[in-house]
Nanobody, 120 residues
Framework: QVQLVESGGGLVQAGGSLRLDCAAS????????MGWYRQAPGKQRELVAE???????NYADSAKGRFTISRDNAKNTVYLQMNSLKPEDTAVYYC??????????????WGQGTQVTVSS
C-alpha cells in the first residue's frame, strides 16, 4: 500500500510561480525515481521532470529553464518549482514514483493529480 499526495496546485497568472509538493507514504523499501507528469484536456500525459535518488534530473524541453525538480529523500518528497508559468502549462499535474517494494520488486505509483491553471 503506497500513497502519493500532491499539493500546491492552483490558479496563477501568466508569469507567476507555483511549487508543487508530492509526499509518498506507505510500505516500500525505497523510491528510486520521482517525477512529475501533466495532462492537459485532449492531450496525452507527458513527462515534465524527473529526478533519481542520486539527484540526476531530466526535464521536458518545455520545462527547461523555467521548472526545477528537487527531492528530500528523508521526507520521501519531491518538489516542482514552476516559474514563468504560461497558459500552455495549464494541466493536471501528477506525481509518479518508481518504488522498490519490500520484496525488492520495482513498481510505479501515481498520485491523484493536482490542477494547475495559468490565466493569460
Amino acid at each position: 500500500q503506497v500513497q502519493l499526495v500532491e499539493s500546491g496546485g492552483g490558479l496563477v497568472q501568466a508569469g507567476g510561480s507555483l511549487r508543487l509538493d508530492c509526499a509518498a507514504s506507505g510500505n516500500f523499501f525505497s523510491i528510486n525515481t520521482m517525477g512529475w507528469y501533466r495532462q492537459a484536456p485532449g492531450k496525452q500525459r507527458e513527462l515534465v521532470a524527473e529526478i533519481t535518488i542520486s539527484g540526476d534530473t531530466n526535464y521536458a524541453d518545455s520545462a527547461k529553464g523555467r521548472f526545477t525538480i528537487s527531492r528530500d529523500n528523508a521526507k520521501n518528497t519531491v518538489y516542482l518549482q514552476m516559474n514563468s508559468l504560461k497558459p500552455e502549462d495549464t494541466a493536471v499535474y501528477y506525481c509518479k514514483a518508481r518504488l522498490r517494494r519490500m520484496t525488492l520488486r520495482e513498481s510505479d505509483a501515481w498520485g491523484q493529480g493536482t490542477q494547475v491553471t495559468v490565466s493569460s
